[in-house]
């Protein structure tokens, strides 16, 4: 099986268009990537380079305005909403600068939710969800709602429901660039564990170099085109 096949996520030739009055702003010009099962790619760029946009459309919240978006092996340009929306929920997990944690559930509600829409049953997501949160160090923390959880653990409960449903792909988009340097460091030790023991392809956008030295490789987007950069060190 080639890697493009066995990628999690496959982009060919991506472009987006944007229109602002009678100007065209082209943002994406051909992206071509692919990130494979267990690997953990960073996508860096200056400001203003693409890197959201690049990640909504990756995440099938966006489509491109040209190219093939696959995920796990499915291709998506034919897809209608209904059918993107249900690919989205069972196959690509999200993580954000800030949690976004629904304040009125515990931290096990929150993780057990999207697989309550994805159709699990309530016991299974339960179970899955109390693995996950004894995964992240946060066992003994499950009934807690948001606010009684600090920082760092609010975004350890938010990785653990981008992966309650085991997608095939997780997106970051500065997934720890709302936490102090220390809590960072132990927030991506914990995220980067949980990548490499699982099939999960990552794609993680940051302006943290030092983090992006510990992923798997380094991919820079500049000028609406993605580079591989020197292989992240060992």
């Known amino acids: 099986m080639s890697d493009r096949l066995a990628a999690a996520l496959h982009l060919s030739g991506i472009t987006r268009t944007f229109r602002q009055a009678d100007a065209a702003l082209e943002v994406l010009r051909g992206v071509d990537l ?3 099962p267990g690997e953990m790619v960073a996508l860096v760029g200056p400001s203003g380079a693409g890197k959201s946009t690049l990640l909504q459309i990756a995440g099938l919240l966006e489509r491109p305005t040209a190219g093939e978006v696959e995920i796990a092996g499915q291709p998506t340009t034919r897809l209608g909403d209904r059918e ?3 690919l989205r929920s069972t196959t690509i997990g999200f993580v954000y600068q800030f949690h976004h944690l629904l304040p009125e ?3 096990l509600e929150n993780v057990m939710l999207p697989q309550i829409i994805a159709d699990r049953p309530k016991r299974t997501a339960r179970a899955r969800a109390k693995e996950l949160l004894d995964q992240v160090g946060l066992s003994a923390r499950t009934s807690h709602r948001p606010a009684r959880l600090s920082g760092g653990e609010q ?4 990785i653990a429901r981008a992966l309650a ?4 792909l997780l997106l970051a988009d500065e997934p720890t660039g709302n936490l102090d340097q220390g809590t960072a460091d132990g927030v991506f030790a914990m995220l980067q564990d949980l990548v490499a023991n699982s099939e999960t392809g990552a794609l993680v956008a940051t302006h943290n170099l030092d ?7 380094i991919v820079e987007i500049r000028d609406g085109r993605v580079a591989e950069v020197l292989p992240a060190a060992e």
């Open 211 to 217: 983090l992006a030295h510990r992923m798997t490789r």
């Open 165 to 168: 449903n085991a997608p095939a």
């Open 105 to 107: 559930f515990s931290a």
């Open 34 to 36: 692919d990130v494979r």
């Open 84 to 86: 993107r929306t249900q």
């Open 155 to 158: 975004q350890r409960v938010a």
